[in-house]
């Protein structure tokens, strides 16, 4: 059971930690925090919801758009896996667990 509420933390701060990276870029560009909604710096197409998805759709795309295929940057996979692997840590050294 322990494992679960390790993973939902680790989803969780992947996410926020995804969006806290994107949220930074665009108030450092001044533009919307919620529009347009997320899409390829380069060529602009929409992303689709699966890519969305924190470290999974790095790993599944290969580091790159799947449409224009320009790298993406590592620093945002920093972020999302640190996002991951800081509220576990927090746990384990918390004892929680
Ligand atoms: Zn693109």
């Known amino acids: 059971m322990i494992w679960f509420l390790y993973c939902y933390f680790a989803v969780l701060g992947s996410v926020l930690a995804s969006f806290a990276d994107t949220s930074w870029g665009r108030i450092a560009a001044h533009r919307s925090l919620v529009w347009p909604l997320s899409q390829c710096d380069v060529c602009h197409s929409r992303l689709a919801p699966w890519e969305?998805?924190?470290?999974?759709?790095?790993?599944?795309?290969?580091?790159?758009?799947?449409?224009?295929?320009?790298?993406?940057?590592?620093?945002?996979?920093?972020?999302?896996?640190?996002?991951?692997?800081?509220?576990?840590?927090?746990?384990?050294?918390?004892?929680?667990?």
């Not at 790159?64 to 576990?88: D, I």
């Open 52 to 97: 969305l998805v924190p470290i999974f759709s790095f790993a599944l795309l290969g580091g790159q758009c799947r449409r224009c295929h320009t790298r993406l940057s590592y620093r945002t996979l920093v972020f999302e896996v640190t996002g991951a692997v800081v509220p576990v840590l927090i746990m384990l050294l918390a004892g929680i667990g």
